[in-house]
C-alpha cells in the first residue's frame, strides 16, 4: 500500500481476461488523465520457453509433476515484489515483456519464447498497474496484496477460462486445442495451491458466468459472448460501496449476497466504470496530496 505512488494489481489465470480488463482500465486513465506505467505478469517468469522445458523434462524425471507456469518457483515472485515496493516507495521500477508469438515478436523485436531485455519503467507516471497470474500472492515468501493499492481479480467460472484460453491460444499462439488441454491438465495442482488462494485476498472479483450450455469445453466453437453471460462482482469489504446506486445505473442488475451484484455481460465495462472510476481518483487525489 503506498498513498503517494499506488499500485493496482489485476490478477487471474492464464485465459480468464486479464489483458481485456487491462483495456477498460486503459480507457479510465486516458478519460480521467491519468499517467499510468504498466508491467506483465508474464515478465516475472523464471525460464524462457525453452529453459521452462527443459526444467519441466528434469523434475518430470525425478519425479515431480506438478510443475508449471502458474507454480510460485517458476516465476520470480519476490522480483515482482520488489517492483512494486519500489514503485510505491520511489514512482520507479523496471521491467521487460516475455514474447509469446509472431505478432509480439515483430513488435517487440525479440523472437518468440524469449524476454526482452529490463528497462525503466517510464518516469512521472500516477500509479502502476500490473496484470497477470500472481498478483494477489501471500506465500511466506511475498505478500504482494500488502503492496498494492487495489487489488482486482478476474476469474470467469472454470469451463469458461478454459473455451477462454483454449480459444486465445489456438487464434493468437498457434498452439492446438490437444496442446493447450495438456497445458490445462498439467497446470491442475498449482492452480489449486497457487491461484485460487488470490481471490480471498482480492479487493473486487469480477466473476463471468455463461448462461448457455459449456458442458464440454474442448468442444465449444466459441466463446460464450457477454450476450450470453452474466458477471458476479464480489467485494471483499462492501463499507462504502453504494449498491443502491450501482442497481440502479445497471439496468438489469441485482444483490445476489450482502457482498455481491450480479450484472448482464453486456453491462461488464458500464459497471467497472462505476465501480473503478471513484476508487481510481481517490487513489489519485491522495496521492496527489502526500
Ligand atoms: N468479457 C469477455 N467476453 C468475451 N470474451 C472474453 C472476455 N474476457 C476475455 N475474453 C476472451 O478470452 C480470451 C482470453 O482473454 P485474455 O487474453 O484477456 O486473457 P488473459 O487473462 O490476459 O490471459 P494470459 O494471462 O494467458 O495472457 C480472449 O480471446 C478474450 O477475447
Ligand atoms: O499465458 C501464459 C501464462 O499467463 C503462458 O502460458 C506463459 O506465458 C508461457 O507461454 P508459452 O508456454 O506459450 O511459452
Same mark, same amino acid.
Given at each position: 500500500m503506498s498513498r503517494k505512488h499506488p499500485v493496482i494489481s489485476v490478477t487471474g489465470s492464464s485465459g480468464a481476461g486479464t489483458s481485456t480488463v487491462k483495456h477498460t482500465f486503459d480507457q479510465i486513465f486516458r478519460r480521467e488523465g491519468i499517467k499510468a506505467v504498466s508491467i506483465e505478469g508474464? $515478465? !516475472?517468469?523464471?525460464?524462457n520457453r525453452a529453459e521452462m522445458k527443459a526444467e519441466l523434462e528434469r523434475r518430470t524425471e525425478a519425479? %515431480?509433476?506438478?510443475?508449471?507456469? /502458474?507454480? /510460485?518457483? $517458476?516465476? %520470480?515472485l519476490e522480483k515482482l515484489q520488489e517492483v512494486f515496493r519500489t514503485y510505491g516507495e520511489t514512482g520507479t521500477g523496471q521491467t521487460r515483456n516475455y514474447v509469446h508469438d509472431e505478432a509480439e515478436a515483430e513488435r517487440l523485436g525479440t523472437p518468440p519464447g524469449h524476454f526482452t531485455p529490463w528497462r525503466p519503467l517510464e518516469e512521472g507516471s500516477d500509479l502502476l498497474f500490473y496484470e497477470g497470474l500472481h498478483g494477489a500472492v501471500i506465500n511466506g515468501t511475498v505478500d504482494l496484496p500488502a503492496l498494492s493499492d487495489l487489488t482486482i481479480g478476474v476469474v470467469p467460472v472454470i469451463n469458461l477460462e478454459w473455451i477462454q484460453k483454449i480459444h486465445r491460444d489456438r487464434a493468437q499462439r498457434g498452439y492446438s486445442t490437444e496442446a493447450v488441454t495438456d497445458v490445462i491438465l498439467r497446470r491442475m495442482h498449482a492452480y489449486v495451491h497457487c491461484i485460487c488462494p488470490q481471490f480471498t485476498e482480492t479487493d473486487i472479483n469480477f466473476q463471468r458466468v455463461p448462461?448457455?450450455?459449456?458442458?464440454?469445453? !474442448?468442444? $465449444?466453437r466459441w466463446i460464450p459472448t457477454a450476450d450470453e453471460s452474466l458477471v458476479v462482482i464480489r467485494f471483499k469489504?462492501?463499507?462504502?460501496?453504494d449498491f443502491p446506486y450501482l442497481t440502479q445505473m445497471i439496468n438489469g442488475s441485482w444483490m445476489s449476497r450482502a457482498n455481491s451484484i450480479v450484472i448482464p455481460g453486456n453491462k461488464l465495462d458500464l459497471a467497472m466504470q462505476l465501480i473503478l472510476t471513484p476508487l481510481i481518483l481517490r487513489m489519485i487525489d491522495t496521492a496527489r496530496k502526500a
Open positions: 508474464d $515478465a !516475472f517468469h523464471r525460464y519425479g %515431480e509433476h506438478s510443475f508449471s507456469h /502458474f507454480s /510460485f518457483d $517458476a516465476n %520470480e448462461v448457455v450450455d459449456t458442458s464440454d469445453p !474442448f468442444i $465449444a469489504s462492501p463499507r462504502g460501496i
